[in-house]
Nanobody, 117 residues
């Protein structure tokens, strides 16, 4: 059974940095796209960043230039480097994978990121 597990969240001051990690139980090559989403209380889950098997990346306008998504196929890991963090970045961040075959979506359990003084 496919599992995605996030880690690396925590409390950080505005302007600080965090690196989120997503560990997949299987090869991430089997996913057409890996991505990070976030959701604040009472708000809709939104796409933060994504990366395809071909290495193409996509970012939300609100994080462009501050966040970087990357992957390590050998370790079946996906990362989100977050710099220049702002209070509005506070949310639960979820790892997402979309399978090549079947088009199914898989989600991690989420990791809390809090940006506050």
């Amino acid at each position: 059974q496919v599992q995605l597990v996030e880690s690396g969240g925590g409390l950080v001051q505005p302007g600080g940095s965090l690196r989120l990690s997503c560990a997949a139980s299987g090869s991430i090559f089997s996913f057409a796209t890996m991505g990070w989403y976030r959701q604040a209380p009472g708000e809709q889950r939104e796409l933060v960043a994504s990366i395809s098997n071909g290495g193409s990346t996509n970012y939300a306008d609100s994080v462009e230039g501050r966040f970087t998504i990357s992957r390590d196929n050998a370790r079946n890991m996906v990362y989100l480097q977050m710099n220049s963090l702002k209070p509005e970045d506070t949310a639960v961040y979820y790892c997402n994978g979309k399978k090549i075959f079947g088009g199914l979506n898989y989600w991690g359990q989420g990791t809390q990121v809090t940006v506050s003084s």
